[in-house]
T-cell receptor, first 116, second 113 residues
Framework: GAVVSQHPSWVICKSGTSVKIECRSL??????MFWYRQFPKQSLMLMAT?????????EQGVEKDKFLINHASLTLSTLTVTSAHPEDSSFYIC????????????FGPGTRLTVT | AQSVTQLGSHVSVSEGALVLLRCNYS??????LFWYVQYPNQGLQLLLK??????LVKGINGFEAEFKKSETSFHLTKPSAHMSDAAEYFC???????????FGTGTSLTVIP
């Protein structure tokens, strides 16, 4: 149980284009989803927290107009990187928190974004 | 406020030797503590978690960790390292609300044959 999927697992896009990453909770309802960014050989950095049906809360220093987050349902959150640039290349990981386990986050497998 | 410190960004052990990965936390409230493993280009896999029950927590793949409040530590151990244990390990802390996870900087474990 408590499986989180991400799609795509890797994506290459050209500079200036936008790319959307999906995060789905497959067997539970996720009231809250989190988006993290991980640079090579570094830890995870929380980008934003999203609650179903409301606006995401962004961490300090994260551009909300660049990283658009939509949590439209209890099983789906999307992260759209708009006007991507090479410096946006990174590993993006989402996690989800279920109704029944308020303290625990279940992590997705990650999405490798490369902007050329 | 919470934070996590992982001492040693790189740890090397011989196959069959004891694995010890260190994690110290800082928390103003009773913490919930986690250890995750990450293989290259993959997400985080939960090894074990402490949620205020037994202080010695057993996880998957033979790993265990002991919560020591007096030392504010939650070190991860495994009696005998296996080649497949080579990976990146992250310690994390949150409070009972789970509103925010704080991750350590990670420890890269190398297992020498």
């Amino acid at each position: 149980g408590a499986v989180v999927s991400q799609h795509p697992s890797w994506v290459i896009c050209k500079s200036g284009t936008s790319v959307k990453i999906e995060c789905r909770s497959l067997d539970f309802q996720a009231t809250t989803m989190f988006w993290y960014r991980q640079f090579p050989k570094q830890s995870l950095m929380l980008m934003a927290t999203s609650n179903e049906g409301s606006k995401a809360t962004y961490e300090q220093g994260v551009e909300k107009d660049k990283f658009l987050i939509n949590h439209a349902s209890l099983t789906l959150s999307t992260l759209t990187v708009t006007s991507a640039h090479p410096e946006d290349s990174s590993f993006y990981i989402c996690s989800a928190r279920s109704l029944g386990h308020s303290y625990e986050q279940y992590f997705g497998p990650g999405t490798r974004l490369t902007v050329t | 406020a919470q934070s996590v410190t992982q001492l040693g960004s790189h740890v090397s052990v011989s196959e069959g030797a004891l694995v010890l990965l260190r994690c110290n936390y800082s928390s103003s409230v009773p913490p919930y503590l986690f250890w995750y493993v990450q293989y290259p280009n993959q997400g985080l896999q939960l090894l074990l978690k402490y949620t205020s029950a037994a202080t010695l927590v057993k996880g998957i793949n033979g790993f265990e960790a002991e919560f020591k409040k007096s030392e504010t530590s939650f070190h991860l151990t495994k009696p005998s390292a296996h080649m497949s244990d080579a990976a990146e390990y992250f310690c994390a802390v949150t409070d009972p609300t789970g509103n925010q996870f704080y991750f350590g900087t990670g420890t890269s474990l190398t297992v020498i044959p």
